[in-house]
Structures are given as C-alpha cells and as structure tokens.
C-alpha cells in the first residue's frame, strides 16, 4: 500500500469536532473527488474506510445513498442538487469545520509522498474557486501553498516538509503528523550511518548496510501491518535496531531485556528479515 493511502486510512479514523464538520468534509472531499457527468456524481474509491465513511457522511446528514456500480458510487440526479445545494454554501464558519474541509480534499483528491522520497504533498481541485477556496483556507492556518494546473485539474501543493507534516498533524488529529516526522527521523539517521560508513572503516560500512536491510525489513513488516503478531522477544530486537541504527549486534544485544549476544541478536534479526521477504514485493 502506498504512503498516500496509509495516510487516508489514518484519516478516516478521525473523530468529528462539531456537527457541521462531516458536511465540510464532504464539501472538501467532492471539490476534489466526482465528475459530474449528466447532473451524476461519480466517484470511485479503493480504500474501504474511506468509502463507508464518505456513504455515512451522505447518509447521516443528506439523506443520500449512492448506487454501488461496479467500483464506482453514484449520487443519482435527485440527490445531485440537494447535495451540491448543501455544500456549496458556508460550510467552513468555524475552525474544526476549516480543518475538516482540508481533510475531505485530501480524501477526495490529496497525495502525498513518504518522506523517505522527495518532500510533496498536493490536492488536486476541479474549480478555480475550490482552488481559491482551498489555499485561502491554507493561509489562514498559515500555510503557504502553491498552485498550478495540470491537464483539467488545479493543483495546490506544499513542498515544506515541516509544513507537510503539520498539515498532516492538523487533519489527523495528530497522527499522521507524527507518522510522517518517524519516517523523516528515521531517513536522517540512516543517511548519518551511511555518511559515517563512507569515511570510517569496511566494518562501518558493513554495519550501516545490514542496519538498512533490517530497517528495511521492520518497517515493511510495520506498513504490512504485521508487526504485532511478531513474537515479543523479536519485535523488541527490531525496535532496538529501529532506535539505534548505528550500533553493532553486540551492543543491540547488551540492551534487550534478556542481555542476549551477538549471534543470537544476528539470528532473531535474520528472523525478521526472513519474515519481512515472505510478504512478497512492496
Ligand atoms: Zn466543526
């Protein structure tokens, strides 16, 4: 699964602040998601979460419910003015519903990339004015966004990744914020160990490339959402090498609960490396 649609996922587990929040969540959301072809919306969705959430926001304050047509939800021209009438007026009076409406845009048309790669997060808006819209609400929670067209979509998009990670903090209610920033973290720390390498010793170099590979490993297990069920004495090895990137097996080994050695710090991290390959490509 992608950056993008762990963050989604992320979101969708997000409480409502006040009762007008869910409508400005589906104003944002269908700025960015929908075509509107013969007074139909369409929208398709793969994430599950997203898609219940979204049919119980509809259901809950519009009294819509839209067509399953293969992987595509219909809004029938009956509901299409009602729900376009709804959330074309003021929907983003106070703060929690500005918020809100952010979080529907970046559901309905947001990416944004691990932070592992280039920094980039953008929404893709299908009007000028929700575009408008979008950044001025982007400013005022001081953001600083830019803009651009690209085929018939317009693109507001950040850069920044301190302003990437608090926009993400803001939607999520925190937590997409910090899953960003222990990705950034992590990044860092695994450039120190390889810049360390480069000028230090063969050994060094050795260390800092199996401490990728098993970084690697844990963190596919992790976004696999496999990691819990790791047996205990595994998953403390493994975030024992996540905090310490630079140490060798031995010191790791000094730390676990039961002083374990070097060879059998080596074997319990093969373990996680061998389980991490059984999950199959990325
Ligand atoms: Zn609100």
């Known amino acids: 699964m992608s950056f993008s649609s762990d963050i989604k996922e992320m979101l969708c587990k997000t409480p409502y602040e006040c009762p007008g929040c869910r409508l400005s969540e589906l104003?944002?959301?269908?700025?960015?998601?929908?075509?509107?072809d013969d007074d139909e919306i369409r929208f398709s969705t793969t994430n599950k979460a997203l898609e219940e959430r979204i049919i119980k926001s509809l259901m809950q304050e519009l009294g819509i419910v839209p067509q399953k047509v293969g992987t595509r939800l219909v809004i029938c021209d009956k509901d299409?003015?009602?729900?376009?009438?709804?959330?074309?007026?003021?929907?983003?009076?106070?703060?929690?519903?500005?918020?809100?409406?952010?979080?529907?845009?970046f559901l309905g048309g947001g990416s944004v990339n691990a932070p592992d790669k280039k920094y980039h997060m953008e929404l893709g808006v299908k009007t000028q004015r929700d575009a408008d819209k979008l950044s001025e609400i982007l400013?005022?929670?001081?953001?600083?966004?830019?803009?651009?067209?690209?085929?018939?979509?317009?693109?507001?998009?950040?850069?920044?990744?301190s302003q990437i990670a608090e926009l993400l903090g803001y939607i999520s209610d925190g937590r997409a914020g910090l899953e960003f920033l222990s990705i950034q973290i992590e990044k860092e720390l695994i450039s120190n160990v390889q810049r360390q390498a480069n000028c230090d010793s063969a050994n060094l170099?050795?260390?800092?490339?199996?401490?990728?590979?098993?970084?690697?490993?844990?963190?596919?297990?992790?976004?696999?959402?496999?990691?819990?069920?790791?047996?205990?004495?595994?998953?403390?090895?493994?975030?024992?090498?996540?905090?310490?990137?630079?140490?060798?097996?031995?010191?790791?080994?000094?730390?676990t609960s039961q002083g374990i050695g070097k060879s059998g710090v080596n074997h319990r991290l093969n373990r996680i490396v061998e389980y991490a390959e059984t999950l199959g490509k990325d």
């Open 27 to 36: 104003a944002g959301f269908f700025a960015c998601a929908g075509k509107n």
């Open 80 to 105: 299409y003015k009602k729900l376009y009438d709804e959330i074309s007026g003021d929907v983003t009076i106070y703060e929690c519903c500005k918020i809100a409406y952010l979080r529907g845009a």
């Open 139 to 161: 400013k005022e929670f001081d953001f600083r966004p830019k803009e651009t067209i690209r085929k018939d979509k317009y693109v507001i998009y950040i850069k920044e990744s």
């Open 205 to 255: 170099d050795k260390l800092a490339k199996a401490s990728s590979k098993h970084i690697n490993a844990i963190k596919k297990i992790k976004s696999a959402r496999k990691w819990s069920s790791l047996p205990d004495v595994l998953r403390e090895i493994g975030e024992l090498r996540l905090k310490h990137p630079d140490l060798s097996l031995e010191e790791l080994g000094k730390r």
